[in-house]
T-cell receptor
Framework: GAGVSQSPSNKVTEKGKDVELRCDPI?????LYWYRQSLGQGLEFLIY????????KSGLPSDRFSAERTGGSVSTLTIQRTQQEDSAVYLC????????????????FGPGTRLLVL | EDKVVQSPLSLVVHEGDTVTLNCSYE??????LLWYKQEKKAPTFLFML????IEKKSGRLSSILDKKELFSILNITATQTGDSAIYLC???????????FGAGTRLTVKP
């Protein structure tokens, strides 16, 4: 079956513009995660959705970042008034959810969107 | 099409055992291979490998890359229960500049 897909694969924008990144999770996966990977950095957690709600938004770096998920499926990550430090690969992952006992289901990652803010 | 395959998908061992996790890949214009440990939310970075044959070590963990045979292994010696996690392998290419993740290996270390 199809894996996690993200679009666009690459996005070049000017400083100050808004961008919207899209993630299509694997069908049936209730959990969805957004991360970003900056050059030379590890994966940085941004936000986690369980269904349409986001119980954990702790990783969003500023109020310019927001995300939503509708219909328990597609999610969009919006970055307003982009800055050069927002340049990174934005990764989306989905999973079946959290297993009993607080464990972690395997997350399946999309190919990412590489964002370059000039 | 670029792909990353990890094996085994799941592994159960006892404390003190040594484990070897495998990651094979096919990617256009390889740039680097990364290993992560995932316990809770964000995967924790372990190693980045770019050159063949050079072992990277961090405590009981070590990893090596073979660019000719297109695979990497992650070794964990003297395993502890705290090593229980999902270990992810990801490969970066120079073409689309994206990262491809494997499905992960779920390691369970029993006391």
């Amino acid at each position: 079956g199809a894996g996690v897909s993200q679009s666009p694969s690459n996005k070049v924008t000017e400083k100050g513009k808004d961008v919207e990144l899209r993630c299509d999770p694997i069908s049936g996966h209730t959990a969805l995660y957004w991360y970003r990977q900056s050059l030379g950095q590890g994966l940085e957690f941004l936000i986690y959705f369980q269904g349409n709600s986001a119980p954990d938004k702790s990783g969003l770096p500023s109020d310019r970042f927001s995300a939503e998920r509708t219909g328990g499926s597609v999610s969009t990550l919006t970055i307003q008034r982009t800055q050069q430090e927002d340049s990174a690969v934005y990764l989306c992952a989905s999973s079946l959810g959290v297993v009993a006992g607080g464990g972690q289901e395997t997350q399946y990652f999309g190919p990412g969107t590489r964002l370059l803010v000039l | 099409e670029d792909k990353v395959v990890q094996s085994p998908l799941s592994l159960v061992v006892h404390e003190g055992d040594t484990v070897t996790l495998n990651c094979s890949y096919e990617v256009t214009n390889f740039r680097s291979l990364l290993w992560y440990k995932q316990e809770k939310k964000a995967p924790t970075f372990l190693f980045m490998l770019t050159s063949s044959g050079i072992e990277k070590k961090s405590g009981r963990l070590s990893s090596i890359l073979d660019k000719k045979e297109l695979f990497s292994i992650l070794n964990i010696t003297a395993t502890q229960t705290g090593d229980s996690a999902i270990y992810l392998c990801a490969v970066e290419g120079n073409n689309n500049n994206d990262m491809r993740f494997g499905a992960g290996t779920r390691l369970t270390v029993k006391p």
